[in-house]
Each structure stands twice: as C-alpha cells, then as structure tokens.
C-alpha cells in the first residue's frame, strides 16, 4: 500500500469538487472516494464487456473446429455472424 497525494488537479477541478460536495452534503475526501469508485467500476466493467465480446466473437465468427470444417457453414453465415459481432 502506498499514500497517494494528487496536488496538481486545477483549480476548476478543485471548485467543481468544492461546489459538488457541497450540493451533496458530503466532504471533497467523501466526494473523491465516490467519484473515484464509480470510474474504477465502469472500468472494470468496459474491459470485462469488451473481453466477452471479443471472447464471443472468437467462438461465434466460425474458429471453432466444427465451423470450420462443416460444409454447411457458408461464406455468407461467416459474414452475417461477423456483421453481427462488430455490431452486437
């Protein structure tokens, strides 16, 4: 564990904390905390989509031996499934 002690955020960003907390009833530390969890969360969660996306992606566009190698997998079930995935 480390501390961390971020000074140099402007002073716009220091009012707008200022005036944030104020609105909430909260102090800027409490504030910070929060804002700092949500991003963190969000975060997790884009990377976490974009890996079952991507994950997905491999096992629906046809890499899966029995895609491959099925005869009755077209050229065209490959483009609509990939259609699908940049879309989807």
Known sequence: MFALNIRDIGDRRKAALDAEAKAQGVPVSELVRRLVDEGLERSRSARAQQGMRSGSHQ???????????????TLADRERVHTFCRHG
């Open 59 to 73: 096992l629906i566009s046809g890499s899966s031996m029995t895609a491959d190698h099925n005869p009755a997998y």
